[in-house]
């Protein structure tokens, strides 16, 4: 603060001289007669008034002769302190130039219309190179013009108010470095400081780095939990896509699954933990585990789902979980499923109809109490089904139905390959890079067979009324298919060993109505046979001595793959594969 205009006032100042005038002296006062007590008042009691405090000096310089009245010495080449140069009229305006030369920072002064260098201090000297004053800022400081800086002073000298550009990368003598400027309008020009942000730059460079770090390891999880190739089926050509969202690291819980069950039977599955981040990708990757282990228990989606509800329950109950379970079976041309709590399957016909699996869906996985139940959907020849999790079809300033909508209309016209209809439903959504939720599509088809293709599927099937004439009709009903579907002699006499040993399982533990199923795809040979018993068989060591309890060893002993299922009807049904050699 300066104390100048208060030193009269102060005890043990010193009053400073006042300016002259540059007109001629006003005659003084005449001095008042002494008082009563004999003493006269002084001068400056007599003048009426405290000397200017910014007056540091009189101006001693010497006017010509002919000068007018009121005019102002010429400066004198060494007028200024310490015999400095004179300040530049841009930098008069400023607390002081010795104070700029101070600041660790670079500071430039440039003024008029084209910027003309004024000034710069040691700091902006060491960091970009020494500048000559009076060329203009374009010639003067490359570095900033480069960097866009002089439309910069043009705003700040026009509009009065400062401008900044911040972190800016700039070439300096000691290497790049980053800055950022700020142009003051001052009088008759700009003063441009900047601040070296480099430390605070890399430090936000590495953080980034390690975030970004971050969200690939936890993508990377994410994946790694999720199937890393799908299953093919023979009936079935599927596709899936997985998209994380959000840009942080946080991991979501979306996931799907594609579970070959044998016989030709496909089990499709799709499921959504609520929330994000490690806890939810931990409990996904244990409910996706625990629905392959009861995949291959092959009960219907309902049950499927039960055995999950408990589970979930068990390993966090306060983590909610949707899931969608669903069963393909070629020989039924229809799709069983059943869902808990998650959005329905979307269906295209092969004649471009969608329908919606419109089915009572139970409530989310973990809840307990609740008894889910199984639907049907028609799946012929030419359909196309959709699995997907809400980040596909939720946006938050739409309602979900309408979502669920515009994705029926996007199938109608998604036509390709399960690939080409994932990318499609995709875009159809606006699902984009930087979209906030995760999402997880499941597309599959049965394709039309035409042609030679259509030749590698076929099916025959026999009804076995019982009695001991039941085996014999069995394997010849077995040798006389495999025959006309030209079969090597090793599967065609593999293919009617397994029909008769399963076939007499039937007969002996079984009961009526029973069929024999033989079916050929482009990969294995199919033998199945049901009856209405649904006591599911087992493979035991059978003793030396016994003479029964080997049917199903051979069958497990013979077959590339065996197994049994109850049917919703009251049976069972039993079946076995061989897979077909190659070429």
């Not at 700040?156 to 550009?165: E, H, I, K, M």
């Not at 408990?310 to 070629?330: F, K, R, S």
């Not at 799709?335 to 699996?357: F, K, Q």
């Not at 495999?482 to 002699?489: E, G, H, K, V």
Request: proline share 9%; charged share 25%.
């Amino acid at each position: 603060m300066d104390f100048t205009r208060w030193s009269a006032r102060l005890p043990g100042t010193n009053r400073r001289t006042a300016p002259r005038s540059d007109s001629a002296a006003p005659p003084q006062a005449p001095p008042r007669p002494p008082g009563p007590d004999g003493d006269a008042e002084p001068p400056e009691a007599a003048g009426g008034a405290v000397p200017a405090a910014r007056g540091e000096r009189a101006d001693r310089r010497t006017l010509p002769a002919t000068a007018p009245p009121g005019a102002l010495a010429p400066p004198a080449p060494n007028d200024a302190p310490d015999g400095k140069p004179p300040q530049h009229p841009a930098l008069r305006g400023l607390a002081g130039q010795d104070v700029l030369g101070r600041i660790p920072g670079p500071v430039a002064v440039v003024h008029g219309p084209d910027h003309r260098l004024a000034y710069v201090n040691e700091a902006y000297a060491s960091a970009f190179g020494t500048r000559t004053p009076g060329a203009p800022a374009r010639e003067a400081l490359p570095e900033l013009a480069e960097l866009g800086l002089l439309s910069l002073m043009d705003q700040a000298l026009r509009s009065g108010r400062p401008r900044t550009l911040k972190a800016r990368r700039a070439e300096g003598l000691t290497g790049p470095g980053h800055y950022t400027f700020t142009c003051t309008p001052i009088d008759q020009g700009v003063l441009i400081f900047a601040t070296d942000v480099t430390d605070q730059v890399e430090a936000a460079d590495r953080l980034r780095a390690g975030e970004r770090r971050l969200r690939e390891t936890a993508v990377t999880l994410q994946h790694s939990l999720l199937p890393q190739e799908l299953e093919q089926p023979d009936d079935l050509r599927v596709a899936a896509t997985y998209q994380p969202g959000g840009t942080d690291e946080a991991v979501g819980g979306d996931w799907y699954d594609v579970i070959t069950l044998g016989a030709g039977r496909t089990a499709l599955v799709i499921g959504d933990v609520m929330g994000r981040g490690v806890r939810a990708a931990a409990v996904m990757g244990q409910l996706r585990t625990a629905v392959r282990a009861y995949a291959r228990l092959d009960l219907p989606p309902h049950e499927v789902l039960q055995l999950l509800d408990g589970l979930a329950a068990e390993i966090d109950p306060n983590q909610i979980a949707t899931c969608l379970y669903a069963v393909h079976d070629p020989n039924e041309n229809r799709l069983v499923h059943a869902s808990a709590g998650h959005l329905p399957i979307i269906v295209r016909e092969a004649d471009g109809t969608v329908r919606r699996g419109d089915e009572p869906t139970g409530p989310p996985l973990g809840t307990g109490g609740w008894m889910h139940t199984s639907g049907t959907l028609p799946l012929g020849p030419g359909a196309t089904a959709v699995l997907y999790t809400d980040g596909l079809v939720e946006r938050r300033d739409a309602d979900i139905d309408e979502g669920v909508g515009a994705l029926e209309e996007a199938l109608k016209g998604a036509t390709g390959t399960p690939e080409v209809v994932c990318d499609r439903l995709i875009r159809a959504l606006g699902v984009t890079a930087d979209h906030d939720d995760d999402v997880a599509v499941l597309v599959f088809q049965r394709p039309e067979r035409t042609g030679h293709d259509a030749e590698l599927f076929h099916n025959a099937a026999l009804d076995l009324l019982g009695g001991v004439e039941a085996a014999p009709r069995a394997r010849a009903f077995a040798s006389g298919v495999l025959a006309s579907w030209r079969f090597p002699t090793e599967l065609h006499d593999l293919g009617v060993l397994a029909a008769s040993e399963l076939v007499a399982n039937s007969l002996q533990h079984g009961a009526p109505p029973m069929r024999l199923r033989l079916r050929r795809t482009d990969r294995r040979l199919i033998v199945e046979v049901t009856d209405g018993d649904d006591r599911l068989p087992r493979r035991r060591r059978a003793d030396p001595v016994d003479e029964a309890g080997r049917g199903i060893s051979i069958i497990a002993t013979i077959a590339s793959a065996w197994g049994s299922r109850r049917t919703p009807g009251g049976g069972k049904a039993v079946w076995c594969e061989f897979a077909l050699p190659a070429g």
